[in-house]
T-cell receptor
Framework: GAVVSQHPSRVICKSGTSVKIECRSLDFQATTMFWYRQFPKQSLMLMATSNEGSKATYEQGVEKDKFLINHASLTLSTLTVTSAHPEDSSFYIC???????????FGSGTRLTVV | QKEVEQNSGPLSVPEGAIASLNCTYSDRGSQSFFWYRQYSGKSPELIMFIYSNGDKEDGRFTAQLNKASQYVSLLIRDSQPSDSATYLCAVTWNNDMRFGAGTRLTVKP
């Protein structure tokens, strides 16, 4: 089945630094990648949608300059949290849509803690 | 604003009972409907998806879709303690997938 590899699974960084999260589709080509954020006991909130080779579309209220998304190939998308602050601490999850249009596969998530 | 609504629960059922989870959505143009299960601290895992009106069964799980009422449900038969988790309803519009807040289910032995 379709697999999306997400790493790191857990990262602790200092306030003001940047963190990059990678999502890679291992056995399929992902035309679209979705990035979600989930705070404790809340649902997944869509942050942005990225299509290979084009700029990401951000949801209202999500700062595009703070959350940089790159989807340079059909198998790799990255989310960079720039100048991280403690309020950015959250669980970040990517999801990839198979190029053939069959379903959405989630990465295993990244627990970000900003201290 | 496209919305997906779920009763946050918690929903508690005894082992062996049927758990019924409900979800409504706001956009009639919604195309696909998914149920995910999420354990604490883990990524969601797909249980079922449904595209057409009616019922779809997979093992102990049955998804029901009623597009006229903009309603999708998930029934879990013979509930097990291992089914205790948060169940997320997800709906797609064109290329976007959006989630409900999730229903927390507890199956008591």
């Amino acid at each position: 089945g379709a697999v999306v590899s997400q790493h790191p699974s857990r990262v602790i960084c200092k306030s003001g630094t940047s963190v990059k999260i990678e999502c890679r589709s291992l056995d399929f080509q992902a035309t679209t990648m979705f990035w979600y954020r989930q705070f404790p006991k809340q649902s997944l909130m869509l942050m942005a949608t990225s299509n290979e080779g084009s700029k990401a579309t951000y949801e209202q209220g999500v700062e595009k300059d703070k959350f940089l998304i790159n989807h340079a190939s059909l198998t790799l998308s990255t989310l960079t949290v720039t100048s991280a602050h403690p309020e950015d601490s959250s669980f970040y999850i990517c999801s990839a849509r198979d190029r053939r249009g069959y379903g959405y596969t989630f990465g295993s998530g990244t627990r970000l803690t900003v201290v | 604003q496209k919305e997906v609504e779920q009763n946050s629960g918690p929903l508690s059922v005894p082992e062996g009972a049927i758990a019924s989870l409900n979800c409504t959505y706001s956009d009639r143009g919604s195309q696909s409907f998914f149920w995910y299960r999420q354990y604490s601290g883990k990524s969601p895992e797909l249980i079922m998806f449904i595209y057409s009106n009616g019922d779809k069964e997979d093992g102990r799980f049955t998804a029901q879709l009623n597009k006229a009422s903009q309603y999708v449900s998930l029934l879990i038969r013979d509930s097990q303690p291992s089914d205790s988790a948060t169940y997320l309803c997800a709906v797609t519009w064109n290329n976007d997938m959006r989630f409900g807040a999730g229903t927390r289910l507890t199956v008591k032995p």
